[in-house]
């Protein structure tokens, strides 16, 4: 069966401190890949996205991901987390024969200690 | 204008009310979606509309019934609902009507049924 998988529920990093966390996926074919940030009480908001080309993946607040198709993985990083990162982020895949359907992964909450 | 907007953000409704949730968006976006978000859980897709016509339905209940009035414009008309129907109700958008694209999600309705 087709899913996403976000293996850490929660994970706790200090401030200033690298953050890496994972997603898995299981498709046949390649898929359109997202990660979301989700602030308490907020929508959720894109952070980056792959389609194809490069597998390093720039997005916005200094957020990167790389694409590894041998691993089924879309790994989210930041080198130097701050405060206001935390949040839930979740990652969702989606395939062009679902058309614009996306699938989430059920999240990782990321909390922040100073 | 990059703005998903819903109304109203709060809602309490008992379980013979009639309600309506509304989303507008005014960035030329072809499709318009409805997600439902428990706490802690990752949004589920209950409705799209393509080209203001109805592309996906999540089977969800008939007390749930989606309108697209135009382009901009998405409403969900609540009626007969249950306490577990509480929850974060989302509208997002996107560019894309047939693939996955990004999509901009509004900052949610919460709807609270007794």
């Known amino acids: 069966a087709q899913s996403v998988t976000q293996p850490d529920i929660h994970i706790t990093v200090s401030e200033g401190a690298s953050l890496e966390l994972r997603c898995n996926y299981s498709y046949g074919a390649t898929p359109y890949l997202f990660w979301y940030v989700q602030s308490p009480g907020q929508g959720l908001q894109l952070l980056l996205k792959?389609?194809?080309?490069?597998?390093l993946v720039q997005g916005i607040k200094g957020f990167e991901a790389e694409f590894k198709r041998s691993q089924s993985s879309f790994n989210l990083r930041k080198p130097s987390v701050h405060w206001s990162d935390a949040a839930e982020y979740f990652c969702a895949v989606g395939l062009k024969a679902a058309g614009n359907k996306l699938t989430f992964g059920g999240g990782t909450r990321v909390l922040v200690k100073p | 204008d990059t703005e998903v907007t819903q109304t109203p953000k709060h809602l309490v409704m008992g379980m013979t009310n009639k309600k309506s949730l509304k989303c507008e968006q005014h960035?030329?976006?072809?499709?318009m979606y409805w997600y439902k978000q428990k706490a802690k859980k990752p949004p589920e897709l209950m409705f799209v509309?393509?080209?203001?016509?109805?592309?996906i339905n999540e089977s969800v209940p008939s007390r749930f019934s989606p309108e697209c009035p135009n382009s901009s414009l998405l409403n969900l008309h609540l009626h007969a609902l249950q306490p577990e129907d509480s929850a974060l109700y989302l509208c997002a958008s996107s560019f894309a009507a047939d693939t996955p694209g990004e999509l901009f999600f509004g900052e949610g309705s919460r709807l609270t049924v007794l």
């Open positions: 509309y393509s080209y203001e016509k109805l592309s």
């Open positions: 960035m030329g976006h072809r499709a």
């Open positions: 792959y389609f194809s080309g490069d597998t």
